[in-house]
């Protein structure tokens, strides 16, 4: 039982490019939640997002920042025009029930450096 | 706002010690305290949780201690070893939201042989 995939692992973008994360949830789980860690920080919640519906996206900033979790597929953590405070680790976590907090299982991350 | 604060940032403990991580919350709607464990380049993974229910819970090394009234939760590590050497991390959540964590900002614990 594959637990929960996440690539690519390293994505380096330079300034203004464009970076997508991908997010594939455990077998069997259709709730998805985004986390981001900075440097020496604790992780903070982005989105939540069950298939096809975004359910809290609290925690996302405002611009450039979008997250899908399509009917088929993974889940695409989008970043438009990044810059340097962009780099950080980005983490997804799947889980099989609605406001599973207890039951939340998180991929390896992705570790984004904008150049 | 940081609405879980954890405590000490890192700490180093001889092997067969007792490792001790504190955090203290300020919602007092949160009823779910998990802990995580990372290790480096890893996702973080679930260690031990508990609900405020109860005051204590313990599970092989690993325990939690939770005071409702001081809104403070801890975590011990007895007869630490090497292997437990990584990144703590206390969490908070209010089970009926829509499932967010609020995490501290960890402890990198060490373990020395």
């Known amino acids: 039982n594959a637990g929960v995939m996440q690539n690519p692992r390293h994505l380096v973008r330079r300034r203004g490019q464009e970076a997508r994360l991908r997010c594939s949830p455990m077998k069997g789980h259709s709730h998805v939640y985004w986390y981001r860690q900075l440097p020496e920080e604790g992780l903070k919640f982005m989105v939540y997002l069950q298939k096809e519906n975004i359910i809290d996206e609290s925690g996302m900033p405002k611009e450039r920042f979008s997250a899908e979790f399509p009917k088929e597929g993974p889940s695409i953590l989008r970043i438009q025009q990044v810059v340097r405070g962009d780099s950080a680790a980005y983490f997804c976590?799947?889980?099989?029930?609605?406001?599973?907090?207890?039951?939340?299982?998180f991929g390896p991350g992705t570790r984004l450096t904008v150049l | 706002q940081q609405q879980v604060k954890q405590s000490p940032q890192s700490l180093i403990v001889q092997k067969g010690g007792i490792s001790i991580i504190n955090c203290a919350y300020e919602?007092?709607?949160?009823?779910?305290f998990p802990w995580y464990q990372q290790f480096p380049g890893k996702g973080p993974a679930l260690l031990i949780a508990?609900?405020?229910?109860?005051s204590e819970k313990k599970e092989g090394r690993f325990t939690i201690s939770f005071n409702k009234s001081a809104k403070q939760f801890s975590l011990h590590i007895m007869d630490s070893q090497p292997g437990d050497s990584a990144t703590y991390f206390c969490?908070?959540?209010?089970?009926?939201?829509?499932?967010?964590?609020?995490f501290g900002k960890g402890t990198k614990l060490s373990v020395k042989p």
């Open positions: 976590a799947s889980s099989p029930l609605t406001s599973g907090v207890d039951t939340q299982y």
């Open positions: 969490a908070a959540s209010r089970r009926r939201s829509q499932g967010n964590l609020i």
């Open positions: 919602n007092t709607a949160f009823d779910y």
């Open positions: 508990i609900r405020p229910d109860v």
